[in-house]
């Protein structure tokens, strides 16, 4: 299997007054397409940082990231103002959409819009181009497709505050995968639902994952996630310890 991910001694450092803080220090691996992977560690270990650096949601302070064989940041140089160029800005933003889809444990619902409306929004916002050449009638069954796969066509017309956490996070899973992104970043997608829900959320995108060959990468403390990962970095004080 090739590569979709690649990090290259990866460096992320904030200024707290006159000391340097490493959040990730010296990262480097590589995760293959088709992986169900998990980044692993307490509480302020760098999971989250790590997993916002590869949803270039931020940037390093130095290394080489390639998301897909493109090098994200070949000839750049870092500023630690984390001052993003509009040229580069574009870039990202354009990167994120082809490549990255995330599933935040906050689900980030937008109150106002129902479940058919909150999944297809990224397609409103900006089409990728494995969705750009879906007309209208492609597009209501696409998305009629993703309500079945996460058990939700008779919840559509609901608005978020008449769900579940379970059923939020399912929409949040199809919203993410509404735009057939190869890649979907989770950050502790099970930290707000209780056991029964978490374990229904995990074997959905395991099953997902499986079944339409999505990479999925989470970041973690939770056991469950871990034992069900092909593929597990662990990382402890911003550096990876295997």
């Known amino acids: 299997m090739s590569a979709v991910i690649e990090l290259q001694d990866i ?32 509480s302020g270990s760098g999971k989250s940082t790590l997993l916002n650096l590869i949803g270039l949601i931020d940037l390093p302070t130095s290394g080489k990231i390639i998301l897909n064989g493109i090098d994200v940041y070949k000839d750049m140089r870092f500023e630690k103002s984390n001052h993003i160029p509009n040229k580069l800005d574009k870039m990202l933003t354009e990167l994120r959409r082809n490549n990255l889809g995330f599933i935040f444990q906050t689900f980030n619902l937008i109150p106002v819009l129902n479940v058919f409306e909150n999944i297809e929004f990224p397609l409103k916002t900006g089409k990728s181009p494995a969705t750009e050449s879906l007309n209208p ?14 058990g939700l066509t008779a919840w559509k017309n609901h608005k978020p505050s008449e769900l579940s956490g379970g059923q939020r996070q399912r ?10 992104a190869p890649i979907i970043l989770a950050d502790e ?22 079944e339409l060959k999505t990479t999925f990468v989470f970041s973690t403390h939770d056991a469950k996630i871990v034992a069900m990962s092909n593929h597990v970095i662990k990382i402890s004080d911003g550096k990876i310890c295997s």
Do not use: C
């Not at 009638?137 to 996460?150: A, G, H, M, P």
């Not at 099970?190 to 499986?210: C, P, V, W």
């Open 11 to 42: 460096y992320k450092t904030y200024q707290m007054e006159k000391v340097e803080v490493h959040a990730v220090a010296g990262a480097s691996f590589s995760i293959n397409e088709g992986d169900f992977a998990a980044i692993s560690g307490p």
């Open 189 to 210: 997608p099970t930290a707000n639902l209780d056991s029964k829900n978490g374990e229904q959320i995990l074997e959905l995108m395991k099953k997902l994952n499986e």
């Open 171 to 180: 929409v949040a899973i199809a919203r993410a995968l509404v735009t057939k």
């Open 137 to 150: 009638v492609q597009r209501k069954e696409w998305i009629e497709f993703l309500l079945e796969t996460v």
